[in-house]
C-alpha cells in the first residue's frame, strides 16, 4: 500500500485552532503520509510582537491516539466540523473546520495513517538524517563492551554465549546474552524450554562491590502438574556461592498462583531449596492501562473540583502503581547491595518477564549504579534492558491513553511510560545526582509512542532484524549525542556521586509528575526560570572555582622563580 | 512554667523509637527544664530539643515487654515515640509533660523567662501604623480616629484605627454598636493605584429585621471613599447556611436591600471547628498512612486541601476586586479568624511589599496581631481548665501559611523569603519562646508588657536574615499575583511542614539550599580570584615583569568571565573540571593568603555536623546547613562563627589551624 492513497484530502483550508501547543490561532491543515502539518494564516493584523506564532507545527501521524471528527453544532444548517486530535502525548488539538465534509476527509486520513498495521511503512524509514552520525547509536552500546564492563569486577563468574543465534531459541531475547560461566548451551536451551517464552536466566546487572549479581527472566512453566526442570535449577544454583538467594516475583501473590492454572507458576521450596522466594506485588500490564487513562482523565480536566481531584486522583491508582515499582525495585536493591555481607544474588521474574521485570531490574540498577545516572549510562541501560532485552515496544505503545474501541487492543500498556515516571521521582528526591534533565525522560517518553529514529521500533531484536531496522533507520542515541543535542539534556545541578540513591517509597513522598500530566495545562515560565537561574549560578561558581585554580597556579610558579631568584642572588651576594 | 510543676526533673534508659521502625531504639536520658524538654543520647550525639510549648498532647500506653510507651505529638508536627522501663517512672514524666504543656497562666511561659536586658527594641516596633499606612500612600479621603484610645470601643482592635475622612464620630458609634463586638468595619488596606481599599469588620447585629442606618451610611461612606466606584463588595466567608444560622441569633450579614452600594458574595470557608478536625486528620494522613491509595484517601477525606483552595479562591476574588478598583469589605463572624486569612492573603497577591521578609511580618503585626486574631485560644498557648478551651484551638494560622505557601509555590520568584522562614513561623507561633504571638490582643499585649518583658521574634528572625532569603527572588518581575492557576491539582500537601521531621520522606537534595550556598560561595570565590590577581601582579612587579606580565593577567581575566568555550566545557561534562577536593592546593598561599575552599561539600551528604567534636545530627531538611569558608565542610549552626573582621566563617578547626 502506498500512504499517497490513504490521503483523501491533502489540504484543509481555513481552519480554526482552538486548543492546541499554542493559543488560538487561523490557518490550513496539510495532511502527509507522515505528518499533519498547520500552517498559520499570513498574518494580517501586522502585529510586529506576534512573531512567534508565525512558524508552522507539525505532529507525526503515529503521535495521534485518537482522531475525533462531529458537526459543529446541531443544528442541520450549520455546515462546520470539529475535529479533535488527543496524542499519544496527552497533548489535545482541536480545529473548528468550515465544510463538516472535509473535517470528516481529514479525520478518516489521519485514522489511517495513524493505525497503520506493522512499522515497515513508519516515519524513521524515510527520514533522512539532518546532521552527520558521529556516534552511531546502533553500534554505541552492545553485549562485549556490557561484558567488558561486568568481567572487570568479575573474571570467572560469567560468558557470553551465543545460544540464541537466529533467535532460535528465545525469540524476545537478543542474540548474545550473558549468562552464568560454568554453564553450557544445552543447559540453557533446555530452560529455555521450561520458561514463558523460552526466557532463560540471563545477567542484568552485576554489582562490583558486593559481587551479587541481578539475573532476570520469565516464569518457569510448572503448570498445574508441577513439572521441574533440573537443568533450570543446576543454572540458578550456579549463581550461588555461600549465601541464599533471592528470587524476587513481580506479581502478587495470589497472581503467581493462578498462573500456575494456565501452566506458568513460580519456584516451589522443594525444587529451588537454596532460594527464597519473594513477591513483590506491581500491576498487570492491563490495569497499569486503565490506570494511566484514569490519570490523564483527571488531569486534563479543567473544571475538575476539589471534592473530586483527589478521589479521581486515588481510583486512577497511577501513583500507587509508581510506588510499587519503586518499592520492588527499592527491595531488589537492598538485597544486592546490604544483605550482609556475602553476595547475594537475585533473580528478578514476572509472567512473561518483558514487562515489569524489565521495570524492576533497570529501576534498581537506576538506584545503585552511578554509571545509570549518566546520560550515557542511562541510554545503555534502556538499549541493553529495554530494547535488547525484548519490551515489545511496538504492542505496548500503540496507544497511549485516549485510544479506545477497535483499534486498541489487549496489548498496550504504559510500562516504559511508568518506568520514566518512577525515574522521575529519583530525580526529584535527589536533584543533583542525574545527569539528565526532566527534559530528557520527556524526550524519551515522546519517542517511545512516536519517532524519527529506529530505536523503539519493533517488539524485539528479531523483528528489528527482520524489518532490517538497524541498517535502514536512525537510532535515538545518534541524535541525543550529537554534541548540540547533549548539551540540552545536561543537568548542569549534577554532581557526580558514587553512592547509593535510597528513594523513599512512603506515599507522603510520591508525588504527581506535573509536567508529564499537566504540561499542556499549566503555565511553566516560573519552573523554567527558577531552574535556569540555579544552572547559571552552577555554571559562575565552577567558573571561577576553575579561574582561581589556574590563578593559583601562576602564584605557585611565580613564588618557585621568585624563590629561585632570591636564592641565585643570595649565593651571588655571598660570592 | 513553675519549677515545682517538674516532678521528675531526669529520667534515665529511656528509649527513643523510630517511628518508622527502620532504625533500632536509641537510649538516652530525657530532661525536663522549665523551658525546655531534652533528649540526650547515651551514646552517639544524637539531641532533640523541645520547646515545652510545643508539646500538644502527651498519650501512654499500658506496659509491655519492651517498657512503657509515651507519645509526645507536637504543635510543629514532630512525634517522640519513648519506651520506659518503669511504669511508676513513666507515669510521673507524663504528668510532668503535660503540666509543661498547659501553663494555667500565660505569664508563665517560657518567652518571660528571657530577662535578657539586651532586648533590641526593633522587633517590638515591626509595626507602626502611621508609617504603614503612609507607605500604602492613604489618601485624604481616610483618615485616622482616636475613638478607640485605651480600647474604649472595641477592646480587640487596635487603639489607632482609620475611617474614612467624612464619617463623624456618632456614626462610627452607631456602627459600633451595631457589629458583633464592637468590630465595626476599618481600613485594613489601601490601594494607591485606583484608591480602593480593603476593609475589615466583624458580622452585623442584623438578624432577621434589625436595621442600623448609621452602619449603611458608614458603608456608602465607604463607597464614596473611593473616587472611581462607589459600588463595595461585601464579601461574607462563611458559607450560606453558617450566616443564615446566626441570623436566628440576632446577627447574621448585611441585606443587600438596605445597603445602598453593596454587592454581597459568599464564600464557603467552614468554620474553626472545620478546620481544626481537618487538620487532624491531614497531620494523622501525613504521619501514618502506609500504602498510597490509603494516604491519597485520607488526605481527601481530610478536605485540607479544599479548604486551602476556597480560602485562595476567596482571597484571589477580593485582590482581584481591589486591582479592578472596586473596594471590599471583609467579615466573618468576628472577624478574626477568616477575615484574617483571606484579607492578609489578598494583600499578599496585591501589594509586591508584604512578599518582602520585613513585609510579611508586617502584614502578620497587622492583619493578624493588630485585629486581633486569638493566638492564646488558637494555638493553645495555655490550658485553661474549663470546658470551652479545647474547642477554641484552631489552626487558622498555620492553614494560613499553608495558603501563602501553596501560591510561594506558584510563584516563588515573587518572594523574598524562602520556606524555612514559613515552617520557622509557624513553629515560634506556638512555642511561646518569644513574646511576639502571646495573648489574644493588642490590648492583652500591652497590660502584660510583653515589649519590656519578652524578647521579640522579629528580633530573633533578623539576626538569622540569611537563613531565610529565597535565591530565586526577582523583586522587579512581579506586580500583582492575579493569574494564579486555583485549579485543584495546584495544591499539595505541604509536606515541609507536616513531614519536617521525617527526615527520610523529604528529598535528599534540594535546589533553594544548594543555589543558596552556590550564591554564598560565588562571593567568596570572586573575593577570592580578585585576591589572587593582586597578589599576582605584586609579585611580577617585584620581579620586574610588570608591564607585559600583568597585560596578560587581565587578558586571561575578560576570558575567565565571559568566554563561552569556558561555559560549554562545564555544561559538557561536569565531571571534567575536577577541582581538587577539599584542603587540597593550600600550597599556593603559604603565609600569602587565608585558605579559600574552591569546593563545597554538596549538603546531601551532610546529615551531621563534620566537626569530629560535635557530630550534630540534622534533625530536619530545613535546618541550615552552614559551610565554612575555608575547608568547604559542612558544619551546625554552633560549630562555625564569624572572624573578627565578620569577613568569613570559619569552623573551629579552620579557625585553630591559622
Given amino acids: ?575 | 512554667m513553675r519549677f515545682e510543676d517538674i516532678l521528675t526533673p531526669r529520667v534515665d534508659k529511656v528509649q527513643l523509637v523510630d517511628r518508622w521502625g527502620a532504625e533500632s531504639n536509641i537510649c538516652g536520658t530525657v530532661h525536663v527544664t522549665t523551658s525546655h524538654v531534652i533528649f540526650k543520647a547515651d551514646e552517639g550525639s544524637r539531641e532533640i530539643w523541645l520547646a515545652n510549648g510545643l508539646i500538644g498532647t502527651v498519650e501512654r500506653g499500658s506496659l509491655s515487654v519492651a517498657g512503657c510507651p509515651l507519645l509526645i505529638r507536637c504543635k510543629h508536627f514532630m512525634q517522640i515515640h519513648l519506651l520506659i522501663n518503669r511504669d511508676k517512672v513513666c507515669q510521673e514524666l507524663y504528668e510532668t509533660l503535660v503540666n509543661c504543656s498547659k501553663p494555667t497562666n500565660i505569664e508563665s511561659v517560657v518567652a518571660f523567662e528571657n530577662r535578657d536586658q539586651n532586648e533590641d527594641a526593633r522587633g517590638w516596633k515591626r509595626l507602626e501604623w502611621m508609617t504603614e499606612f503612609s507607605r500604602q500612600g492613604v489618601s485624604s479621603s481616610w483618615m485616622k480616629t482616636d475613638i478607640n484610645a485605651n480600647y474604649k470601643s472595641c477592646d480587640t482592635y487596635p487603639e489607632q484605627l482609620w475611617v474614612p475622612s467624612t464619617a463623624r464620630t456618632p456614626l462610627l458609634e452607631g456602627s459600633i454598636s451595631f457589629r458583633s463586638r464592637g468590630r465595626f468595619p476599618v481600613l485594613t488596606y489601601f490601594h494607591r493605584t485606583n484608591g480602593a481599599a480593603i476593609a475589615r469588620c466583624s458580622q452585623p447585629n442584623a438578624g432577621f429585621r434589625a436595621r442600623c442606618v448609621e452602619d449603611e451610611t458608614f458603608m456608602t461612606l465607604i463607597g464614596k471613599a473611593n473616587p472611581h466606584q462607589e459600588i463595595v463588595y461585601l464579601i461574607d466567608t462563611r458559607p450560606m447556611v453558617n450566616a443564615m444560622v446566626n441570623k436566628v441569633q440576632g446577627k447574621g450579614f448585611e441585606d443587600e436591600r438596605n445597603y445602598a452600594n453593596i454587592r454581597s458574595y459568599f464564600y464557603d470557608i467552614e468554620n474553626i471547628h472545620v478546620m481544626r478536625s481537618s487538620q487532624i486528620k491531614v497531620v494523622e494522613a501525613c504521619a501514618r498512612a502506609k500504602t498510597m491509595t490509603e494516604y491519597l484517601k485520607a488526605i481527601d477525606s481530610s478536605g485540607w486541601l479544599k479548604h486551602l483552595r476556597i480560602v485562595t479562591e476567596c482571597s484571589l476574588f477580593i485582590a482581584d476586586s481591589i486591582a479592578k478598583g472596586i473596594s471590599c469589605v471583609i467579615h466573618c463572624s468576628d472577624g478574626w479568624d477568616r477575615t484574617s486569612q483571606t484579607v492578609s492573603l489578598a494583600q499578599l497577591l496585591l501589594d509586591p511589599f508584604f512578599r518582602t521578609i520585613h513585609g510579611f511580618q508586617v502584614l502578620i503585626e497587622k492583619d493578624w496581631l493588630g485585629f486581633g486574631h486569638k493566638f492564646d485560644d488558637r494555638c493553645a498557648h495555655i490550658g485553661a481548665n474549663n470546658e470551652e478551651a479545647p474547642k477554641e484551638i484552631s489552626p487558622v494560622f498555620s492553614q494560613w501559611l499553608d495558603c501563602v505557601w501553596q501560591v510561594w509555590r506558584m510563584r516563588p520568584r515573587a518572594f523574598q523569603f524562602n520556606e524555612r522562614f514559613l515552617i520557622e513561623l509557624h513553629e515560634h507561633a506556638y512555642s511561646c519562646q518569644y513574646g511576639t504571638f502571646l495573648g489574644n490582643c493588642d490590648s492583652d499585649r500591652k497590660s502584660l508588657s510583653l515589649s519590656t518583658r519578652t524578647k521579640s521574634l522579629w528580633t530573633h528572625l533578623d539576626s538569622r536574615r540569611d537563613d531565610f532569603l529565597n535565591p530565586f527572588y526577582e523583586p522587579a518581575s512581579f506586580g500583582y499575583l492575579l493569574d494564579i492557576d486555583i485549579r485543584a491539582s495546584s495544591f499539595v500537601v505541604w509536606s515541609g511542614l507536616y513531614n519536617r521531621f521525617d527526615e527520610g520522606i523529604l528529598p535528599r537534595e534540594d535546589i533553594y539550599n544548594s543555589t543558596m550556598a552556590t550564591i554564598e560561595h560565588v562571593g567568596i570565590l570572586e573575593a577570592h580570584v580578585a585576591q589572587l590577581r593582586n597578589k599576582l601582579v605584586e609579585l611580577k612587579q617585584q620581579l620586574g615583569k610588570s608591564a607585559p606580565g600583568n597585560a596578560s593577567i587581565m587578558a586571561d581575566s575578560g576570558h575567565g568571565s565571559s568566554s563561552g568555550a569556558e561555559g560549554v566545557d562545564g555544561i559538557q561534562s561536569p565531571t571534567s573540571v575536577s577541582i581538587s577536593g577539599f584542603g587540597e592546593e593550600s600550597g599556593y598561599c603559604e603565609g600569602l593568603l587565608q585558605p579559600v575552599a574552591l569546593k563545597w561539600m554538596s549538603e546531601r551528604d551532610a546529615t551531621s555536623c563534620s566537626s569530629p567534636n560535635c557530630g550534630f545530627e540534622f534533625t530536619s531538611r530545613s535546618e541550615r546547613r552552614m559551610h565554612c569558608y575555608r575547608c568547604g565542610k559542612i558544619f551546625c549552626r554552633r560549630c562555625v562563627h564569624l572572624t573578627s573582621d565578620e569577613r568569613e566563617r570559619v569552623c573551629n578547626l579552620c579557625n585553630n589551624a591559622s
Fill in chain 1, 1 to 575: 500500500m502506498e500512504l499517497v492513497d490513504a490521503i483523501e484530502i491533502p489540504r484543509v483550508g481555513n481552519v480554526f485552532l482552538r486548543q492546541g501547543p499554542r493559543r488560538e490561532q487561523r490557518g490550513s491543515l496539510i495532511l502527509m503520509g507522515h505528518h499533519m502539518i498547520f500552517a498559520p494564516q499570513a498574518d494580517s493584523s501586522n502585529d510586529p510582537n506576534n512573531t512567534a506564532n508565525k512558524e508552522e507545527f507539525c505532529i507525526l501521524h503515529r503521535m495521534i491516539d485518537r482522531v475525533v471528527s462531529e458537526p459543529r453544532s446541531r443544528d442541520p444548517n450549520s455546515k462546520g466540523g470539529i475535529l479533535t486530535l488527543k496524542c499519544k502525548n496527552f497533548m489535545i488539538c482541536v480545529f473548528e473546520v468550515l465544510e463538516l465534509d472535509e473535517c470528516m476527509a481529514a479525520a478518516r486520513t489521519i485514522e489511517t495513517l495513524s493505525n497503520l498495521n506493522g512499522f515497515s511503512l513508519d516515519y524513521p524509514f524515510f527520514y533522512r538524517c539532518p546532521f552527520t552520525i558521529l556516534d552511531d547509536g546502533w553500534r554505541a552500546f552492545d553485549v562485549e563492551s556490557e561484558f567488558a564492563r561486568v568481567s572487570m569486577n568479575a573474571p570467572e563468574m560469567f560468558r557470553v554465549s551465543e545460544v540464541n543465534k537466529d533467535f532460535k531459541v528465545c525469540a524476545s531475547y537478543p542474540e548474545k546474552v550473558i549468562v552464568p560461566r560454568g554453564i553450557g548451551d544445552d543447559y540453557l536451551r533446555i530452560s529455555a524450554t521450561f520458561r514463558d517464552g523460552g526466557r532463560f536466566p540471563v545477567l542484568a546487572y552485576f554489582h562490583r562491590h558486593t559481587k551479587s549479581p541481578i539475573f532476570r527472566c520469565s516464569q518457569p512453566l510448572i503448570g498445574p502438574t508441577n513439572r521441574r526442570c533440573k537443568e533450570d535449577e543446576t543454572i540458578l544454583n550456579a549463581l550461588l556461592s555461600i549465601a541464599r538467594g533471592i528470587i524476587i516475583d513481580t506479581r502478587s501473590k495470589v497472581n503467581a498462583q493462578s498462573a500456575k492454572a494456565k501452566g506458568g507458576g513460580a519456584e516451589t521450596q522443594q525444587c529451588y531449596s537454596q532460594w527464597r522466594y519473594v513477591t513483590c506485588g506491581t500491576p498487570r500490564i492491563k490495569d497499569l492501562h486503565d490506570s494511566l487513562a484514569k490519570m490523564v482523565d483527571v488531569s486534563i480536566d479543567k473544571s475538575v473540583s476539589s471534592d473530586r481531584w483527589l478521589s479521581r486522583l486515588a481510583s486512577s491508582s497511577w501513583l500507587s502503581s509508581i510506588a510499587d515499582y519503586l518499592n520492588a525495585a527499592a527491595n531488589v536493591a537492598q538485597c544486592v547491595a546490604c544483605e550482609g555481607t556475602q553476595e547475594v544474588p537475585v533473580v528478578v521474574h514476572g509472567g512473561e518477564g518483558v514487562d515489569s521485570t524489565i521495570l524492576v531490574t533497570s529501576l534498581a540498577q537506576m538506584i545503585l549504579d552511578p554509571d545509570a545516572r549518566t546520560i550515557r549510562g542511562f541510554q545503555s541501560l534502556i538499549e541493553r534492558e529495554w530494547i535488547c532485552g525484548g519490551h515489545p515496544f511496538s504492542l505496548r505503545n500503540a496507544h497511549s491513553a485516549f485510544a479506545e474501541g477497535t483499534i486498541t487492543g489487549p496489548y498496550e500498556a504504559p510500562v516504559f511510560l511508568a518506568f520514566l515516571d518512577c525515574v522521575w521521582q529519583l530525580t526529584q528526591q535527589f536533584q543533583h545526582s542525574f545527569e539528565f534533565t526532566e527534559g530528557f525522560l520527556l524526550d524519551l517518553f515522546e519517542h517511545s509512542y512516536a519517532s524519527e529514529f529506529g530505536s523503539f521500533l519493533g517488539n524485539n531484536e528479531m523483528e528489528k532484524q527482520k524489518h532490517q531496522v538497524r541498517q535502514h533507520t536512525v537510532s535515538l542515541w545518534s541524535y541525543v549525542n550529537n554534541p548540540e543535542i547533549l548539551k540540552s539534556y545536561v543537568n548542569v545541578l549534577y554532581e557526580p556521586n558514587e553512592s547509593v540513591t535510597w528513594p523513599s517509597v512512603a506515599p507522603q513522598s510520591i508525588q504527581v509528575w506535573e509536567r508529564l500530566f499537566l504540561r499542556w495545562q499549566r503555565d511553566w515560565t516560573e519552573v523554567n526560570a527558577i531552574r535556569e537561574a540555579a544552572v547559571q549560578w552552577r555554571l559562575k561558581e565552577r567558573q571561577l572555582a576553575s579561574k582561581a585554580l589556574s590563578l593559583r597556579r601562576q602564584l605557585v610558579e611565580l613564588m618557585k622563580e621568585a624563590h629561585l631568584a632570591k636564592t641565585l642572588n643570595d649565593v651571588r651576594v655571598a660570592d
